[in-house]
């Protein structure tokens, strides 16, 4: 396979056109020092280097790298000393790994209806929410709710996003995490991070992250007095490395997306009828796109992109109140846990079934953009993008 087709699209999605063995001296070293377990030696790992570049470049007060962004939020909702059966508000437009996580916790899901740019409808919250995570979906910056004790932000798919005030996404809520898996700005196949401000937060998700304990470098396996169950979620040596020469390269993927974005809607068609969603300052331009006026002309773009061999997709498989997970309630334990904990109350949040939210996802469609390829080849490809779709 190969990184672009003839039309200049990637196929591989943006960080992964960074990857290059001359530019890996992180992973070098690492395999030099041969040692991929972080708290093996005495000296500073690879995975605290990562940990520091990148509290330093969000304005983080502490970073968490651990194996994928599940784990993470598993972290963040654990370091909250829930009781089990508590309720955690959640996108009804996100990734299933959400409802996932707070179910793996003990947890009870309610998904939240999505306001028209699909984030999460703040004003459907009750007024004592104390749980709620906000994601961040396709590289658009959501608002957050204010009053609730414990927001996490979802940031898998908007690394560099920044809101109207200058903040990181995931510096404004009380934790955010962030997804390295293959399909994200940035890469290392899997692997996750969790950044707080919230001190004992991150002292309680770095013990329950390792066993319950906090290691001392170089001397494993030592153990707290005070130590408490936990899991094991420690990143390695060799994913770090990769992430740290992918963090190199943010300002570049961030600088290569605006670019192709600013092409795009300067020589997009414009159609009333399939109209391209315009993107605000603080989004991270992983994408065009676009809201038809109808289900069967999403389906026609859809099959006319393809055709020419445009990567696109569509966002109906994120409406989480239709997952078997939430419909089904089904679990692998004998007495239905944690479901048979859910307390009496409404299972979803919704004013109208989420009938608007699916026929805005069924009219929605999305084409990639290409950070890596030079502004030549980047207006080669708004030109075809354009051309499809003026004949659709």
């Known amino acids: 396979m190969t990184l672009h087709d003839r039309q200049g699209q990637r196929f591989l999605p943006y960080g992964a056109n960074y ?49 994928n962004c599940t784990e993470a939020l598993r972290l963040a909702l654990i370091s909250t000393r829930p009781s089990v059966g508590d309720v955690v508000y959640i996108p009804a ?38 749980r709620v995570i906000v994601a961040h979906m396709e590289g658009s910056v959501a608002t957050l709710p204010q009053g609730v004790p ?33 399909n994200k700005v940035l890469t290392s196949g899997e692997g996750g991070l969790v950044v707080t401000d919230d001190e004992q937060a991150w002292a309680a998700m770095r013990c329950y992250h390792d066993h319950g304990s906090a290691r001392v470098p170089g001397r494993y396996p030592t153990w707290n007095q005070d130590a408490y169950y936990g899991e094991n979620f420690v990143t390695s040596e060799e994913v770090a490395a990769i992430q740290c020469q992918q963090f190199r390269h943010l300002d570049e993927v961030l600088a290569g997306l605006e670019r192709m974005y600013g092409l795009a809607m300067e020589a ?51 409406l989480l109140p239709e997952h078997p997970v939430l ?26 079934n989420f009938a608007r939210t699916r026929d805005l996802l069924d009219r929605t469609l999305c084409v990639p953009l290409s ?18 779709l003026e004949a659709v």
């Open 327 to 352: 419909t089904g309630r089904r679990s692998l334990y004998a007495d239905g846990f944690p479901w048979n904990l859910a307390p009496e109350g409404p299972s979803a949040l919704s004013r109208d």
């Open 150 to 182: 414990y927001v996490i932000e979802d940031c898998a798919q908007t690394l560099g996003g920044r809101f109207p005030d200058g903040r990181e996404v995931g510096t404004a809520g009380y934790a955010g995490v962030f997804s390295f898996h293959h």
């Open 93 to 130: 437009v996100t990734f299933v790994a959400v409802a996932g996580a707070v179910l793996s916790c003990g947890l009870i899901p309610v998904p939240v209806d999505a306001d028209e740019s699909l984030a999460l409808d703040r004003t459907l919250l009750p007024a004592d929410a104390r």
């Open 268 to 318: 997009l068609p414009n159609r009333t009828d399939l109209r391209v969603l315009p993107r605000g300052k603080g989004d991270v331009k992983v994408s065009l796109r676009f809201r038809c006026e109808s289900r069967e002309l999403r389906d026609a773009a859809v099959t006319a992109l393809t055709a020419e061999g445009i990567a696109n997709w569509t966002l109906g498989k994120y």
């Open 19 to 67: 990857l290059d063995w001359q530019d890996m001296t992180e992973l070098r070293e690492v395999i030099e020092h041969q040692v991929l377990f972080r708290y093996q030696t005495e000296q500073e790992s690879m995975a605290s280097r990562l940990e520091h570049l990148v509290s330093e470049r969000l304005g983080a007060a502490r970073t968490l790298a651990v194996h």
């Open 371 to 388: 950070p890596e390829l030079p502004q030549e080849q980047q207006a080669v490809a708004v030109k075809a993008i354009r051309r499809v």
